[in-house]
């Protein structure tokens, strides 16, 4: 069973690339923030699963148990899942003004509208 | 290892990335924001099985429905409901198996899933287990940490929060203002 104990930080590495791509190769800016979010959620994942211990149980204390999970890193990512939906709203916002400056979320074209300005 | 729950674990993981690389793939831009509230979901699912509870309902709320419904309000206000096609996507896939090799060659340093002996666990977590009944009383770890002993953290958490939030009234509650001004339409 020892060669399956890699496998979550594979699928999370895999998650990554998926938001990176999506982040690099989409032109439309709101896919663009739905890459960043999946590659944040991918991040949470990584930090859950180093968190975890085998036979534990959640870190809320009771009687007679005394295997838990690492409960700093749930502190951690709970912090930063308030702070990514935060940073997405003003992404969103951005995008939103953009839209009613130049017509267009498309990054090429804001790029050629931008060249024929200067 | 824990059989049981890192199977659990493992067919949420291969819905994940599934639902991940439609996302990559679909250029409906409504279809990809549902898609990323189920990714959120199936992520909160994920988290229970690793007995972060707290953080599974967090991104439940938060991640999956807060974020998703920003996401279709930007599409209605913007009505932009297709993306084109990707710009240089051969440069991406290059750059994303180049970065995804040399991270795949990194965990191969990571502790195993589950590993009681791993080096997160050996440090002030251990002291938060430990004594946090006594010194805070209050059952959930968690909370007592949030609260408690890292609440500075907290705080600033807040202060970032405040920030976004003026900063989103400042784009949009501008951009409305200007443009309902009579002079503007002149």
């Known amino acids: 069973m020892q060669a399956f104990g890699l496998f979550n930080y594979w699928v999370v590495v895999l998650l990554m690339m998926t938001g990176l791509y999506i982040v690099t190769a989409s032109p439309n800016l709101i896919k663009k923030i739905i890459g960043l979010n999946i590659f944040q959620t ?20 009771v009687d007679g148990v005394s295997r838990y999970s690492n409960p700093l890193p749930h502190v951690l990512i709970l912090t930063a899942i308030v702070v990514g939906v935060a940073t997405t709203a003003l992404g969103l916002a951005l995008v939103v003004r953009i839209h009613s400056a130049y017509g267009s979320i498309n990054e090429s074209e804001l790029q050629n509208e931008d060249a024929a300005d200067s | ?8 674990n493992a067919i949420l993981l291969v819905f994940l990335a599934a639902t991940a690389i439609a996302v990559a793939r679909l250029q409906n831009l409504f279809a990809g924001a549902m898609l990323f509230g189920i990714y959120s979901l199936l992520s909160a699912g994920v988290f229970v099985v690793l007995d972060a509870v707290d953080v599974a309902f967090t991104e439940a709320a938060v991640g999956a429905g807060i974020a998703t419904i920003l996401m279709l309000s930007t599409i209605a206000l913007t009505g932009i409901k297709h993306e084109s096609i990707p710009i240089r996507p051969l440069r991406s896939l290059l750059l994303v198996a180049v970065v995804g ?26 002291r ?13 770890v968690v909370t007592s940490v949030l609260a408690s002993y890292r609440g500075y953290d907290t705080l600033g958490e807040v202060a970032v929060i405040f920030t976004a939030g003026i900063g989103v009234l400042c784009l949009l509650g501008g951009s409305r203002r200007r443009r309902t001004d009579p002079a503007d339409k002149s």
């Open chain 2, 101 to 126: 090799a040399a991270l795949i060659y990194g965990t191969f340093d990571m502790p195993r899933f589950g590993d009681a002996e791993a080096p997160a666990h050996q440090h002030v977590a251990l």
């Open chain 1, 42 to 61: 991918s991040v949470f994942i990584l930090y859950i699963t180093i968190g975890k211990v085998s036979f534990g149980t959640a870190p809320i204390l």
């Open chain 2, 1 to 8: 290892m824990d059989i049981g729950s890192f199977l659990i």
């Open chain 2, 128 to 140: 938060y287990l430990q004594q946090s009944g006594d010194e805070i009383g209050i059952p959930n």
